[in-house]
């Protein structure tokens, strides 16, 4: 069964750091694309940080400099590295692979994580004094 479960959110202070992750099963992430993406609260789902298999990386302007999208292949875990937090990133955070769509096509032409190959639940992220 193909499954991505992700963990790691939480309640943090603005300026603060978390680190989401994303564990793949029935499945080799090093052969997938992989992005996160995130919905906030009355917003349209963002594709903020993406990773193709062939390492290119792509950000969203709203994280980049702050977010880290990064690969453990031992673990078959994709992390998403997030510095310097804003109440602004305050959101359902979800990560989603994909077979075919390189890393900016993934992060920026996908409207929803069901068109993809598989995707999380997601986890709350919550940015807040």
């Known amino acids: 069964q193909v499954q991505l479960v992700e963990s790691g959110g939480g309640l943090v202070q603005p300026g603060g750091s978390l680190r989401l992750s994303c564990v793949a099963s029935?499945?080799?992430?090093?052969?997938?694309?992989i992005g996160w993406f995130r919905q906030g609260p009355g917003k349209e789902r963002e594709g903020g940080s993406c990773s193709g298999r062939n390492g290119d990386t792509f950000y969203a302007d709203s994280v980049k400099g702050r977010f880290t999208i990064s690969r453990d292949s031992a673990k078959n875990t994709v992390y998403l590295q997030m510095n310097s937090l804003k109440p602004e990133d305050t959101a359902v955070y979800y990560c989603?692979?994909?077979?075919?769509?390189?890393?900016?096509?993934?992060?920026?032409?996908?409207?929803?994580?069901?068109?993809?190959?598989?995707w999380g639940q997601g986890t709350q992220v919550t940015v807040s004094s």
């Open positions: 029935g499945f080799t992430l090093d052969y997938y694309n």
């Open positions: 989603a692979a994909d077979f075919t769509l390189i890393a900016q096509a993934l992060c920026v032409t996908t409207s929803d994580v069901s068109e993809l190959d598989a």
